[in-house]
C-alpha cells in the first residue's frame, strides 16, 4: 500500500541548511497536494509547507516563508524541503503527507486533518 518515507533530518547549528526528502511507494506526486508538517516536543502539530505537484501553487506557514522552499521531482516521485537560515525554533519532528483523495487546492488540504497519508518522520534538531 502507500508509504511516504522522509529522509534528510539531523543536527545542525542555527544559520545551518537542511534538505528532507520524502520518496513514496504505491502512490504518484502528480496533480495532487503534498505537504510538510512539523511537531515540537509540548507542541501540537504544525504545517509547514505545502504544493499542489499538478500547477506548482506552494503555500508556507510564516515562520518559515522566505527560508524553506517545498519541490518536486516527478522522475523519482520525491518531494523536497530545502531549510535554510535554520534557527533553534525549528526543532522538531518533521512529517510528510500527501492527500489520499481528489485535492487541487493547497489550502483546502492544511485545513482538513483527515484524507492524508503520513511518513514516519525525521528528527531535525537545530543548535544555538
Known amino acids: 500500500q502507500v508509504q511516504l518515507v522522509e529522509s534528510g533530518g539531523g543536527s545542525v547549528q542555527a544559520g545551518g541548511s537542511l534538505r528532507l526528502s520524502c520518496a513514496a511507494s504505491g502512490y504518484t506526486y502528480s496533480s495532487n497536494c503534498v505537504g510538510w508538517f512539523r511537531q515540537a516536543p509540548g507542541k501540537e502539530r504544525e504545517w509547514v509547507a505545502a504544493?499542489?505537484?499538478?500547477?506548482?501553487?506552494?503555500n508556507y506557514a510564516d515562520s518559515v516563508k522566505g527560508r524553506f522552499t517545498i519541490s518536486q521531482d516527478n522522475a523519482k516521485n520525491t518531494i523536497y524541503l530545502q531549510m535554510n537560515s535554520l534557527k533553534p525554533e525549528d526543532t522538531a519532528m518533521y512529517y510528510c503527507a500527501a492527500a489520499s483523495i481528489r485535492c487541487t487546492y493547497v489550502w483546502w488540504f492544511l485545513k482538513d486533518k483527515d484524507n492524508k497519508y503520513w511518513g514516519q518522520g525525521t528528527q531535525v534538531t537545530v543548535s544555538s
Open positions: 504544493i499542489y505537484t499538478g500547477g506548482g501553487s506552494t
